[in-house]
């Protein structure tokens, strides 16, 4: 976003003021920290607490979806194993065998209030593909409307970048787009968002309230906890992937009493981030600005990168010096500017790597002539499916 985005006064930014939400449904997420003993195993006292707290929203009338962390503790403390594994396939099998403890808990601790749940075991790769993100979202809706509390994680014992880089506070943040949240609760073992680090510099202070889109939220953002894999630069990351979809975030710690009921009812404890018109795209673009890893590159000349950057225009064939990865028709890529090397968008490309190889370019007039068939395509990647980078 540009630089010249106004955030809120620095006496709003700072002052405990009662918030005012209009809540039918939320997301919450809650951290490895919060779940796990010291990352060894569930803590299922903790566990029957927060579902008491999520009951009080149902019980309501509002919609509740969980984002959980903790399989892979859990899978750990089950297979005896003195510590957190590394190696890549043992991190996946404890996954595997600790999902089955966590959702278990969870079902138990939510049918004592008479909730039903449900498991949804993510990856990327099930957003990145638009069939198969449109389908979730129809799956996650009827799960709401029949009044079921959908449990949500990544899949770890199928990922491979998100086991190492993976955040579930992305997830949780996607999620929040999918269902058209009114808001998203992150709880994590932080106050909130501080103007520098509070265990180190004790004059640091709460940001109360700020738009997820202020950059200088990213220059103070530190870096991630042991347990966790988050950190607060992805909390921050996510709140900015949640407004892109109209959703505020709420970034909280979980030691506070009752603070998913407190943080609902308006209290101003953690940070807020905002959002507003502005700051919404459409939904296609939200999905496409979440995407993780692309399917390939289009490297494009300078003369794209302004109509593409700065006039709101589709990548012609013409503009692109080279195409890059293995890709089909409807994939995701990046469009990067030949000069920089910066990643400028990503978008959907409408045509397979060979193709996009063939029309690279060339004017629109040639491709008939070059595919062999006739074409109606005549943009690389239409306006309406790309997404600036943030």
Not at 146 to 157: C, F, K, Q, S
């Amino acid at each position: 976003m540009a630089d010249d985005i106004e955030h809120t006064t620095e006496e709003a930014r700072f002052a405990k003021q009662d918030r005012n939400f209009d809540i039918q449904r939320v997301v919450v997420k809650i951290g490895s920290s919060l779940l796990t003993n010291n990352g060894r195993g569930l803590d299922r006292t903790a566990i029957y607490e927060w579902a008491k707290q999520i009951a009080k929203l149902h019980k309501l009338g509002m919609e509740v979806l969980l984002v959980s962390s903790g399989a892979v503790a859990e899978g750990v403390v089950r297979m005896n194993l003195e510590e957190r594994p590394k190696k890549l396939a043992a991190l996946q099998a404890c996954a595997s065998i600790g999902q089955m403890g966590l959702i278990e808990t969870w079902w138990s601790a939510l049918i004592q209030h008479g909730i039903q749940s449900s498991q949804l075991l993510l990856t990327h790769d099930d957003l990145s593909n638009r069939s198969r993100y449109l389908n979730t979202t129809s799956a996650l809706t009827q799960l709401l409307e029949w009044r079921v509390l959908p449990v949500i994680n990544e899949n770890d014992t199928v990922t491979i970048d998100e086991i190492k880089f993976g955040d579930n506070d992305t997830l949780g943040a996607m999620a929040a787009a999918m269902i058209n949240a009114d808001l998203y609760i992150i709880l994590t073992d932080q106050e909130g968002v501080f103007t520098d680090n509070p265990r180190n510099n004790p004059n640091a202070k709460m940001i109360r309230q700020e738009r997820a889109m202020a950059d200088y939220l990213f220059e103070i953002a530190g870096d991630g906890g042991k347990l966790g894999r988050g950190g607060m630069l992805t909390k921050i990351r996510a709140g900015r992937l949640a407004a892109m979809g109209g959703c505020p975030t709420v970034i909280v710690s979980g030691a506070i009493d009752d603070v998913i009921t407190r943080v609902v009812s308006g209290e101003a404890v953690g940070t807020l981030l905002t959002t507003n018109d502005a700051d919404k795209i459409i939904a296609r673009k939200q999905w496409l600005a979440a995407h993780l890893r692309m399917s390939g590159t289009l490297i494009v000349d300078a003369g794209a990168a302004r109509a593409v950057t700065e006039y709101n225009r589709s990548l012609l064939p013409v503009g692109v010096v080279e195409v890059r990865g293995d890709f089909d028709e409807g994939d995701v890529v990046e469009i990067v500017h030949q000069d920089s090397g910066e990643r400028l968008a990503v978008g959907q490309v409408n045509f397979s790597s060979r193709d996009a190889c063939r029309v690279a370019r060339e004017r629109t007039a040639q491709f008939d002539k070059i595919l062999g068939s006739k074409e109606e395509r005549v943009v690389m990647v239409h306006r309406d499916n790309l997404a600036l980078s943030m």
